[in-house]
């Protein structure tokens, strides 16, 4: 079984993306797995180009000091060349419609003067990631079901008119409460996002502990005393408690029922996550301090994923005409 997900070099990463994402593929990937770094989608809305190369490097050291198998990570703009031509097939399998449909092209699109064609399209290419690797299986966020469900109709229609060429993936998105939403701690009724205005409310993946302890002290609760797990009428206290979960382990729920106050509710969830993140960020340093290393591990990664793709690419062109049989 392959595995497949990405990240987009748009931001500093996470807690968020660590706990959501990044530590869940180091647990559950294997070798066979692809966890890549999206450069191409973070070129969908306006971009400083030095910036995303310097994010992209940035970020796969993020991924392999996160604990993911060197053998299985990658960058997707080393296969520009397969995933164009692949986007192409595809582009010619989906509708318009289809694609003017996507929620997320609906709500980055809104009250924007001038939107790149890419936001319209880039679910296509989305696609063409996914079903160029043969991938089973993509652990996403609920926010790309929409995406997965398209990715699926694509492969199921070209099966259907060309014959058998693509496996139809499926999303495995994780239950609630285990650390698949981690709310940002200043408006915990939103996603914390690399892209968030709000620094407060974001814990960045190389802060420091004095600084984790700062946001965490600072973290918008409610007005009343109990600490109980209830994200609709707590989503503040709720998700204070998640990220403990998920940092030191156990329950939301039966966590609470430890607690009289959130000011110790907050000095633990600190020392957890600071706990959590430092081998993390010791990893990162160290991979950091050693560009020889990170280009040693993108090479192979490129290389793996080609001969995967180039399978894939020819039997797409056998079967829509464009190779004979
Ligand atoms: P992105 O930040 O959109 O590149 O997402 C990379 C991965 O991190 C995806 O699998 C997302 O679902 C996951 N992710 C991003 N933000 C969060 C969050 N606040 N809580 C949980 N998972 C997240």
């Given at each position: ?9 748009s ?55 996160s ?28 509708t ?10 609906k ?23 996914i ?21 699926r109709?694509?492969?199921?229609r ?66 009343e005393?109990?600490?109980?797990y ?7 206290v ?6 403990l ?10 966590l ?45 990664g ?12 020819e ?11």
């Open positions: 079984m392959i595995r497949l997900s990405a990240i987009t070099p931001g500093q990463p996470t807690l968020g993306n660590y706990l959501g994402a990044l530590r869940t593929w180091a647990r559950e990937g294997t070798h066979e797995d692809v966890y890549f770094i999206s450069d191409l989608h973070a070129m969908t809305s306006s971009h400083n180009p030095q910036r995303l190369r310097s994010m992209t490097r940035e970020q796969l050291a993020v991924l392999v000091a604990g993911i198998d060197p053998a299985s990570v990658c960058v997707q703009s080393d296969l520009i060349r397969e995933l164009g031509a692949l986007n192409w097939v595809l582009e010619c399998t989906c318009y419609g289809e694609a003017a449909r996507m929620i997320q092209f709500e980055k699109s809104l009250g924007r003067e001038s939107v790149r064609l890419s936001l319209l399209t880039y679910p296509v290419l989305m696609a063409a990631d079903l160029l690797y043969d991938a089973d299986r993509v652990p996403v966020g609920d926010d790309q079901r929409q995406h997965l469900e398209l990715t109709n694509l492969a199921q070209f099966n259907s008119r060309f014959g058998e060429t693509f496996v139809v993936p499926e999303a495995v998105i994780p239950p609630p409460g285990r650390g698949d939403r981690i709310m940002d701690l200043q408006e915990p009724q939103k996603k914390m996002s690399k892209s968030s205005a709000s620094q407060q409310g974001t814990i960045g993946l190389f802060d420091s502990p004095a600084i984790i302890e700062r946001k965490i002290k600072r973290a918008v609760t409610d007005t005393t109990e600490v109980r209830d994200p609709k009428t707590k989503p503040g709720s998700n204070l408690l998640e990220i979960a998920a940092s030191a382990g156990g329950d939301p729920r039966a609470a029922e430890g607690y009289a106050n959130y000011g110790s509710l907050k000095a633990d969830v600190a020392a957890a996550l600071i706990e959590k993140l430092r081998p993390v960020q010791e990893r990162y340093r160290e991979l950091a301090g050693d560009p020889a290393a990170t280009a040693g591990i993108l090479g192979k490129a290389a793996k994923a080609e001969s995967v793709a180039a399978v894939t690419l039997r797409a062109r056998t079967a829509i005409g464009l190779l004979p049989r």
